[in-house]
T-cell receptor, first 113, second 116 residues
Framework: NAGVTQTPKFRVLKTGQSMTLLCAQD?????MYWYRQDPGMGLRLIHY???????AKGEVPDGYNVSRLKKQNFLLGLESAAPSQTSVYFC????????????FGPGTRLTVT | AQSVTQLGSHVSVSEGALVLLRCNYS??????LFWYVQYPNQGLQLLLK??????LVKGINGFEAEFKKSETSFHLTKPSAHMSDAAEYFC??????????????FGTGTLLAVQP
């Protein structure tokens, strides 16, 4: 099992450009999450999904959109990138149950100039 | 609402010394608590978790944490630091609420440096 994978690993965008980050998991997990990590701020939840075809806003959703067309994939889109979106983005997944352990991908480092 | 506070954004210890990383939480319902570790340029890896039952939890790499409800704390310890423990450590709380989202609320992280 590959676990949780993220594509791409690195990306540089210019202000106003758009891009999509892909998260894929092969653990048949129901729930998936997108976080951003910024120095001194820990991880903050952007959007999440509790199942195929469903998405919801997290703590910092502005400027991002998501889609969960297939259970194994969770896409994060930036329609018009801004320098404030320079960050490291992590995807995570879990299956609800007794442990509630989220499994994280390796991250995508995004720089917006 | 749930929240997590990690005291000390940077902690430095000598190799072989005790490691103590502090975490306090706020939750209106019984919490599930986690410690994750992040090595440079990597994702987050679960160190240990507290769900229910025994309040002293043992994790990987010799780390352990104790859930103290009266102090709303979940401090992480390791008796003897190793150079390979240098990393950033995150405490997180997951509290079940309506909607069953299992969202994690993270602390701001503690960067552990280990001096030779």
């Amino acid at each position: 099992n590959a676990g949780v994978t993220q594509t791409p690993k690195f990306r540089v965008l210019k202000t106003g450009q758009s891009m999509t980050l892909l998260c894929a998991q092969d653990m048949n997990h129901e729930y998936m999450y997108w976080y951003r990590q910024d120095p001194g701020m820990g991880l903050r939840l952007i959007h999440y999904s509790v199942g195929e075809g469903t998405t919801a806003k997290g703590e910092v959703p502005d400027g991002y959109n998501v889609s969960r067309l297939k259970k194994q994939n969770f896409l994060l889109g930036l329609e018009s990138a801004a320098p404030s979106q320079t960050s490291v983005y992590f995807c995570a997944s879990l299956t609800p149950g007794a442990t509630r352990v989220q499994y994280f991908g390796p991250g995508t480092r995004l720089t917006v100039t | 609402a749930q929240s997590v506070t990690q005291l000390g954004s940077h902690v430095s210890v000598s190799e072989g010394a005790l490691v103590l990383l502090r975490c306090n939480y706020s939750s209106s319902v019984p919490p599930y608590l986690f410690w994750y570790v992040q090595y440079p340029n990597q994702g987050l890896q679960l160190l240990l978790k507290y769900t229910t039952g025994a309040t002293l939890v043992k994790g990987i790499n010799g780390f352990e944490a104790e859930f103290k409800k009266s102090e709303t704390s979940f401090h992480l310890t390791k008796p003897s630091a190793h150079m390979s423990d240098a990393a950033e450590y995150f405490c997180a709380v997951s509290a079940f609420s309506g909607g069953a989202t299992n969202k994690l609320i993270f602390g701001t992280g503690t960067l552990l440096a280990v001096q030779p």
